[in-house]
């Protein structure tokens, strides 16, 4: 079997980079070395500029919206 693409690593960069090359019509294979679903230490932020990437809508996982933030003690 061969493949257009190979990415190693399932996270968001890979994910990512593989959804967008199947979406072009790339046949593309994952390498994950970890059991999915992986254990993903996440805040659940999303920035609108990365989710102007996707062409899927965002809106149904979105709980709450922030203009603005701060880091503690910066
Ligand atoms: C506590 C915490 C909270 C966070 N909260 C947020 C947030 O709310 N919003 C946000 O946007 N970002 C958040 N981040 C940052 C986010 O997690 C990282 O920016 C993101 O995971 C980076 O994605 P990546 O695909 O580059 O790398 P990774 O997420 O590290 O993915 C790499 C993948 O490659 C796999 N891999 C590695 N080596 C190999 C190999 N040799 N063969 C096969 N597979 C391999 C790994 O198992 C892993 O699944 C948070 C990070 C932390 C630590």
Do not use: Q
């Amino acid at each position: 079997m061969t493949f257009d693409c190979i990415v190693v690593g399932a996270g968001p960069a890979g994910a990512t980079a593989a959804y967008h090359l199947a979406k072009r019509g790339r046949s593309v294979l994952i390498l994950e070395k970890a059991a999915l679903p992986r254990y993903k230490p996440c805040a659940g932020g999303v920035s609108p500029a990365i989710a102007e990437w996707f062409d899927f809508d965002f809106t149904p996982a979105i709980a709450a919206r922030w203009r603005t933030f701060a880091i503690p003690g910066s």
